[in-house]
Structures are given as structure tokens and as C-alpha cells.
């Protein structure tokens, strides 16, 4: 069974931190591309991050410079690290795995959504 899991998930005051975890099962996700996207009330998707296969990262501006994707292949895991949080950061964040050769294929796989919400 295909299978994006992901946890950590909390409420968090503005200024604090939180890591977000997203562990893939049945199929090879070390040559996967990994993308969080994020959705607010009222919004649409709005992509956040991306890491490749390789390891190389790329972010939108909202999250540049406080945002930080990683990935563990030997866990089969792709974490975010959110740094400097914002209420405009307030969202349900999913990772979205690409496994095709290239980068922008779209998403083959979802994991089910991780509500951040920042608020003092």
C-alpha cells in the first residue's frame, strides 16, 4: 500500500517553531521529489517547498529564510522544519511525492494534511 504519513502537526505561538514529518511506504522514495503544499481557509494550495531526489531545495519566498525541508532516505522520511512562525503561516500542510525522473510531473502521492495553526 502507497503511503504518505504525516505528523507533527500543532497549535504554536508566533515567533515559535515546529517540525513537520512526512514518511513514505510502497514505493522507492529515495528517487522520489518531495513538495509541501499548503492550504488556509478560504485559499488554494499554495506550494511551500520542494526537495529532490539529490537533495537540492528549493522555497517559496513566504518561507525563505525560515523554512527548512530535509530528507532522511534511510527512514523514508522528508521533514520540515518551520522556524519564525507567522499567523499568515496558519494552514493544513500536506507533502506531495513526484516520482517521475523530472521535477514537475505533478504529485503521484499525498499524505493526508497536518493542521499548523499559529496563535498566541
Known amino acids: 500500500e502507497v503511503q504518505l504519513v504525516e505528523s507533527g502537526g500543532n497549535l504554536v505561538q508566533p515567533g515559535g517553531s515546529l517540525r513537520l514529518s512526512c514518511t513514505a511506504s510502497?514505493?522507492?522514495?529515495?528517487?522520489?521529489?518531495v513538495s509541501w503544499v499548503r492550504q488556509a481557509p478560504g485559499n488554494r494550495l499554495e506550494w511551500v517547498s520542494i526537495?529532490?531526489?539529490?537533495?537540492?531545495?528549493v522555497y517559496a519566498d513566504s518561507v525563505k529564510g525560515r523554512f527548512i525541508v530535509s530528507r532522511d532516505n534511510a527512514q523514508n522520511t522528508v521533514y520540515l522544519q518551520m522556524n519564525s512562525l507567522k499567523s499568515e503561516d496558519t494552514a493544513m500542510y500536506y507533502c506531495?511525492?513526484?516520482?517521475?525522473?523530472?521535477?514537475?510531473?505533478?504529485?503521484?502521492?499525498w499524505g493526508q494534511g497536518a493542521q499548523v495553526t499559529v496563535s498566541s
Open positions: 526537495i529532490t531526489s539529490g537533495g537540492g531545495t
Open positions: 506531495a511525492a513526484e516520482t517521475g525522473t523530472s521535477v514537475g510531473t505533478g504529485f503521484n502521492y
Open positions: 510502497g514505493f522507492t522514495f529515495s528517487s522520489s521529489h
